[in-house]
């Protein structure tokens, strides 16, 4: 059975999406980028295609990569329903850190913490580095990661967390997400367990649980991965409109070019 027709991983792809129904607000900001770039986009980590299909539906070349067969599966249908995109998205399935794809691009991202969940720092360079080797020169690479401040980290000792309840758009179930997660200062990983119970209201819930190794990095970090491999930063931002990083900033967004 592959992990595209596993009904564990459909289910925990279906749930990502249910995690994102609440818009993160990023979509404006690649397309302001893809203007800027004006050619071709690669994303690693597409996921679900939550930005790589709208982007492909405004006209752009598109190739996104993923090594998770269900999230491929789901970015097919999206843009399925998105219309005629032929020509203009090309799903990928691969790992982020070590693939290679003929041609060059024009933007090349990894979106909204993903590179948080490529495993360790060697993996997160790895991953700097195949954005920077699929620039074309002057073509610019976008990272956005997680900030977490003190009292996100204190929350992560174990303890169960109501995140949300909600209906997912897709079934009409209600999905309630609660989670736990524990921090590991000395490697700056956090092992975070989602656990989504769903059902008709009154029906006995379905459960599903997923759990993942984040390492998190700091703007200084990000920027010190992005040198190493080749590209030269414009900025690192702290929020979608690319105001200045600051004190108290959530994220870390970080925008560089290859020379």
């Known amino acids: 059975m592959t992990a595209a027709a596993d009904p564990v991983a459909a289910a925990l792809a279906r749930l990502y999406d249910v995690d994102l129904v609440e818009d993160p607000g990023d979509l404006g900001l690649y397309l302001a980028l893809a203007a800027r ?26 190739t996104g990569v993923d090594l998770d067969p269900a999230m491929l599966a789901r970015a097919r249908g999206r843009a399925a329903a998105a219309g005629s995109l032929a020509g203009r998205l090309d799903l990928v399935e691969g790992d982020a850190t070590a693939i290679r794809l003929p041609g060059r691009f ?24 195949t954005l920077a080797e699929h620039l074309e020169p002057g073509g610019l690479a ?26 997912d758009p897709e079934t009409g179930r209600t999905v309630v997400k609660t989670s736990a997660a524990f921090h590991d200062a000395a490697t700056q990983t956090v092992t975070l367990t989602s656990i989504f119970d769903e059902a008709e209201q009154g029906a006995a819930p379905v459960r599903w649980v997923r759990t993942d190794r984040i390492r998190l990095l700091g703007a200084d970090e990000l920027r010190a991965l992005a040198e190493a491999a080749g590209l030269s930063v414009e900025t690192i931002a702290g929020d979608y409109q690319l105001e200045p990083l600051g004190p108290g900033a959530e994220r870390a967004i970080l925008v560089a070019r290859r020379p």
Not at 37 to 59: F, K, N, Q, T, Y
Not at 106 to 129: D, M
Not at 142 to 167: F, H, K, N, S, T
């Open 37 to 62: 770039a004006d050619g071709s986009i690669l994303e690693l980590g597409v996921g679900s295609g939550r930005l790589a299909v709208p982007l492909a539906s405004a006209g752009w070349p598109v």
């Open 106 to 129: 024009r933007l090349a991202f990894v979106g909204l913490n993903s590179l948080l969940v490529f495993g360790g720092r060697a993996a997160q360079a790895a991953t700097l580095r």
């Open 142 to 167: 976008v990272v956005d990661v997680w900030l977490p401040d003190a009292d996100d980290l204190a929350r992560y000792d174990g303890r169960l967390i109501l995140e949300y309840a909600r209906a």
